[in-house]
């Protein structure tokens, strides 16, 4: 089995994560996100947390966001802190689609 390390698969990531931490504190259902102020700051606050952690820049992370990141070393960065280790040494890392 192969791991999907793509662009658009950690961009999948990461919204996983952010919705996790916002349901953890949600104080609406999902449907009423736009009125969830506890739900919006704790998706905010973890998706900050990562990127403090994986020290890439702004314009980075929100590349990586919108599954448009190709340099490998902040991707290795972000998967690390989100528990994969991922090598991309000697191998240029591309999106599958």
Known sequence: MTLDLSPKMLA???EAEA???G???ADFPFQRLEHDRPRLRAEGRRLAAIRRKAAVT?????KARTAVLRKPAPRAR???VLGI?????GVLPCDPT
């Not at 702004?58 to 929100?62: G, S």
């Open 12 to 14: 999948l990531f990461l």
């Open 19 to 21: 919705v996790f931490a």
């Open 23 to 25: 349901n953890v504190e």
């Open 58 to 62: 702004a314009e980075d992370f929100d």
């Open 78 to 80: 972000i998967w690390a």
């Open 85 to 89: 280790e991922a090598d991309f040494s």
